[in-house]
């Protein structure tokens, strides 16, 4: 019986995307700690992975106050039974069951997520940015990635006889943009960042990147990351500004990836919303900003809890849009609740402040130390070269490869960032991601690591980078 | 400022998407519900909702066993401090742990879900059919909606210069379907079930559908929802082996809606899987079969878990399938374990059993007893059929309804199952789904309601179901 499906014959747009962060590396990787697990030698006795932003899968403890009313929520009988829970916890479980349906967790909420919890988001943002924002306009999501998927699907109006919708974003940029816009059959516009000048937006490098595309397609999207993902820059309020300014000039949605608000590291770095800078400028243009349970520092990536806010919209247009989201139901109500800790916390003189803040406060300072630290390490590596980390949970530095492993590479048909970094897997036992994944100048090479790794293995981690790359030079020079 | 984004410039397929199941009427009766918390006077009391089948919103409790094995997955100490904390439900969150990364729900799982609960799904499908299932084939999800969207996106191949991908699909369906057939832009071709034969699935029916549609679209999908929703059907072995037939010999790729197989009721029916039917005939085509955790008895809607099983897959076009989940991370970890615990429930001689096992009798005890009322009720009133519900959690009864009626119906711009249920919910509170929401034979009439309403709330809800009937005929007469 022949198979009816080929790879010829299923979506090709799906055939032809590529996700780096889970791509080729990572599946070596995971087979390489299958191995050892087994008891196979190997020149390390561990695999240590920083491809991912997974706080908890690199041993971060989870905050005891969201964990506490996950499992109130899920068990509410552990109010009456478990005399450790702080009021706090259990009045909140309360309202929050109270707001489901049947006052069950396992009940379907509304699709934009359960009404209560998109009021405490719109306070949130109204605490964050000192304008109003109303919960009408927020809807929670099955993490920020769902956020991504259906606002460009919304957007896609590409014809069968008309142009590709052009998505304009950063060069490098986390790949589920570049994933999705290949998937969606959309055009992608690469801008890049300066690396020159610390991964800086330059206006510049908007408008020649958007000059160079607008007669290949409807230019209709600007995705921005900020802090951003992979190079760790937090954008200065005034470059915002200017971002705002390209995107009314060409009339383009803004879509603002600002899931690593929390994680801001260079003291004269500061986090600034799109939502803000626009309301302040008194520019009334749509602009679609995301947030999500899986970073800052609660990192609670698998409970997979996210919210977009709409700004700006049409009604009818939002209307369309939710009714999008209704056919799939809801998101997750226990990665709802996840997201009503992350914009609920406890506050001053509740009981459980204390210990919530501390957990939260090393954490960020664990994290601030690190972002400093990584970068100073890689920059005192000959041949690599490491912008400072200013904010969210990566550094993204250059690696100078030598002709010769750029021939080598060429040879065993693997771009040269690859080919480096399959060999610091195999030898050194660390998992991190090429910069081709990502996007970099041509004839530049990259790989992204993340600052999650706890000290001793962060350090370890180290150690062993820069035996591995002194060793790789030789070999290839 | 001219907004960029109008209803004329979005993506024109979720512009006409429609999803009754989450329309106007539900809207309204939320719209009611509030109303009367707010004091406004109604001719009830309350709003009853039987348009969605969320068991839990209808005052289904949980089962301990799941509540216990997901609030011990969010806090673990719970294990050392709760000492009513059964021995089995330890161990299966020990094992659980130890299968997520760091030992947290917080980790992302692996694309395709968390390994030791895909082995778990496994051993569930070689047990429940008699044929061996194999772990690498299954992928944990958002539900089963996210399996449906993202199978049918993937085989959706349609090139600009060609025909789009036709889809098969049951009328009336489950509007998740059309939703999805119409957002991505393929071509719905409808069979209809006899509705004269309790909804039987005829081979004739298909064969016309595909002959009638073939010319327009290029048919690569057949979709076949058993036990049926909205319809309350389950197909016999020999129905099944037919259908199976006619895929192959139309090169269909089958997708088999098995959400429902722990609900039957009619005591000559019985559940039997797609995969095990094929495996019977020796055929070896292509099938994705899909479960949930928000159907069964366990009704754990908001957790969002279920799994795709993929049969007969070449490995190459499930790998392309594979990196496509990828990109969008993993789905929610708490709702991999609810899978965990319905493919894993406790099993004889241990400790959770005796009251899981009563839990989960009781429910379904209820359900069959409400599977038979309801349809024995609506057929006790003049002007209402309704078939055998064998199956599932709804009823799908026809409506005559008179002539002045229609024709009011079109004067007011309205379908006329949705002017009639509008009518029921503005004057008995009571919250159903048109027949046109999920396709019905032109010139009928249906509407959808769930059987989960409890024992008190169903009699109530009969009840004045009977007598707003009685008064809207009397009406239109």
Not at 152 to 166: A, C, H, K, M, T
Not at 207 to 221: L, N
Not at 355 to 371: G, H
Request: net charge negative; with cysteine.
């Amino acid at each position: 019986m022949v198979a009816l499906l080929s790879i010829e014959n299923i979506n090709q747009n799906i055939r032809n995307l590529e996700y780096a962060v889970r791509g080729p590396l990572v599946i070596r990787a995971v087979q390489l700690a299958r191995e050892i697990e087994q008891g196979e030698k190997k020149p390390f006795v561990s695999v240590i992975r920083a491809n991912i932003g997974d706080c908890h899968a690199m041993n971060q403890k989870p905050l005891t106050f969201y964990r506490q009313v996950l499992a109130c929520a899920s068990k509410p009988e552990l109010m009456e039974t478990d005399h450790s829970l702080p009021e706090d916890v259990k009045t909140r479980v309360r309202d929050l069951l109270h707001a489901c349906g049947g006052q069950s967790v396992g009940a379907y909420s509304d699709a934009c997520g359960i009404e209560l919890i998109r009021r405490q988001c719109a306070n949130y943002i109204e605490k964050r940015d000192g304008i109003s924002a109303d919960w009408k306009n927020i809807f929670l999501t099955t993490g920020a990635s769902e956020v991504v998927k259906t606002i460009l699907s919304f957007v896609n109006n590409s014809r069968i006889d008309g142009q590709p919708v052009g998505v304009m974003i950063p060069i490098p940029q986390y790949p589920l943009y570049s994933a999705t816009i290949c998937e969606l059959g959309m055009h992608q516009v690469s801008y890049y960042l300066d690396e020159e000048r610390d991964w800086r937006l330059d206006l510049e490098e908007l408008e020649r990147a958007y000059a160079s595309e607008s007669s290949k397609c409807d230019i209709r999207v600007l995705v921005v990351i900020n802090p951003a993902n992979p190079t760790g820059a937090v954008l200065s309020r005034e470059n915002i500004c200017q971002v705002i300014e390209f995107a009314v000039r060409h009339n383009l949605l803004i879509i603002a990836d600002e899931v690593y608000q929390h994680n801001i590291w260079a003291d004269d770095a500061q986090f600034h919303s799109f939502k803000r800078c626009m309301s302040d400028m008194n520019v009334k243009s749509e602009l679609v900003s995301m947030m999500s349970a899986s970073k800052g520092y609660m990192g609670e990536c698998g409970l997979r809890g996210g919210y977009g806010e709409m700004v700006n919209f049409e009604p009818e247009v939002q209307a369309v849009f939710y009714k999008l989201l209704s056919a799939r139901l809801c998101s997750s109500v226990l990665g709802q609740i996840t997201m009503s800790c992350v914009v609920n916390p406890p506050e001053k003189g509740e009981p459980s402040y204390e210990l919530f803040i501390n957990e939260k406060e090393k954490i960020l300072a664990d994290l601030k130390a690190k972002a400093k630290l990584v970068a100073d390490t890689f920059n005192s590596i000959e041949g690599i070269r490491c912008n400072k980390v200013a904010g969210a949970m990566y550094a993204f530095p250059q690696i100078y490869l030598p002709e010769k492993s750029i021939k080598a590479a060429e040879e065993a048909g693997q771009k040269p960032d690859f080919f480096y970094l399959m060999a610091l897997l195999e030898e050194a036992g660390i998992c991190v991601v090429p910069g081709s994944g990502f996007g970099q100048r041509p004839g530049t090479f990259h790989f992204r690591t993340t600052i999650l790794p706890q000290p001793d293995t962060f350090d370890e981690m180290m150690t062993r980078f820069k035996k591995f790359h002194k060793s790789f030079i030789e070999r290839y020079s």
